[in-house]
């Protein structure tokens, strides 16, 4: 199973941008798809943005859309969550995840990068 591990949060003013990064690493493993989540305090995790590896086709949640862009470097087994036009209800942990076969999201999650948004 990969290991995923998220950086690249911070604290910002509302308007503003910042770019998350997810590192897999481990043994040999499959992707399908790579995506980003999120938390914010006292809800549920949501799904922010995915990326399929092998072709790049994307898909964003409509509160992210035009905002936001996930991006892949398929030879450092990275992914990007570039985040532009920051609000502050954008504050939550953000994780990153795998789906190795198009079957759904693995279980395991890794430490998340925390996001604050001042307004």
């Known amino acids: 199973q990969a290991q995923l591990v998220e950086s690249g949060g911070g604290l910002v003013q509302a308007g503003g941008s910042l770019r998350l990064s997810c590192t897999a690493s481990?043994?040999?493993?499959?992707?399908?798809?790579m995506g980003w989540f999120r938390q914010a305090p006292g809800k549920e995790r949501e799904f922010v943005a995915a990326?399929?590896?092998?072709?790049?086709?994307?898909w964003y949640a409509d509160s992210v859309k035009d905002r936001f862009t996930i991006s892949r470097d398929y030879h450092k087994n990275t992914v990007y969550l570039q985040m532009n036009s920051l609000k502050p209800e954008d504050t939550a942990v953000y994780y990153c995840?795998?789906?190795?076969?198009?079957?759904?999201?693995?279980?395991?999650w890794g430490q998340g990068t925390q996001v604050t948004v001042s307004s």
């Open positions: 995840n795998t789906d190795p076969n198009g079957a759904g999201w693995a279980d395991s």
């Open positions: 481990g043994r040999t493993f499959s992707r399908y798809r």
């Open positions: 990326i399929r590896w092998s072709g790049g086709s994307t």
